[in-house]
């Protein structure tokens, strides 16, 4: 296998319990991760914002292995077989052609895409936006300069469970449990 699943979750935050099924997925499927525990910076948007340095850090760990990152609400539902042969540089899905959701990003581990995802991390940590907002605006403002090539993710390898159900059978399913702890962890 030429790719590993990475990710992140807060430490003594209801996400210590949501990764437990991600990983219970990944091994029923023999897929290795590597899936790191962060303190909480006590507000869901500081800590989704460690999203691209987490990437980053887990390129420069393996750099033999493209990457798969998955938020850790999600569970593997099937072995994700495009990720085996994946053609393109960065793989993503854009909601109704519109919105990149960020819950499974596959980047291939090369110097373009990791020059992107320092794009990425520089980028974020000058706004208090969304992680995938500024994903989308750092795709759209450094792909074409860096030569990427890009493919639209089926919707089935991010498929949040309740909006997107009738997209067709799951391969990756988001729960979507920051609508559940986004408040909550506010508050750690």
């Known amino acids: ?100 959701l960020s819950g499974t990003i596959f980047l291939q581990n090369n110097d373009r895409v990791r020059t992107l995802i320092n794009n990425w991390v520089l980028e974020q940590a000058n706004c208090y936006i969304f992680d995938q907002r500024v994903l989308q605006a750092v795709l759209k403002e450094y792909s074409a300069d860096l030569g990427i090539r890009f493919l639209d993710l089926p919707p089935t390898y991010v498929q949040i469970f309740d909006i997107m159900r009738n997209t067709g059978e799951p391969v990756i399913t988001h729960n979507q449990a920051s609508r559940r702890y986004r408040k909550g962890v506010n508050k750690c």
């Open 1 to 100: 296998m030429n790719w590993i699943v990475v990710g992140f979750y807060t430490t003594d935050t209801p996400y210590e319990q949501e990764v437990e099924h991600l990983i219970e997925s990944l091994k029923k499927f023999g897929i290795p991760y590597d899936i790191k525990g962060i303190p909480s910076l006590n507000d869901w948007k500081n800590n989704c914002a460690c999203k691209p340095q987490v990437i980053l850090d887990a390129m420069l760990a393996h750099p033999d292995k493209n990457i798969v990152y998955l938020d850790v609400d999600a569970v593997v539902m099937q072995y994700p077989k495009l990720f085996d042969t994946c053609p393109a540089d960065v793989s993503v899905h854009y909601l109704n052609g519109k919105e990149l």
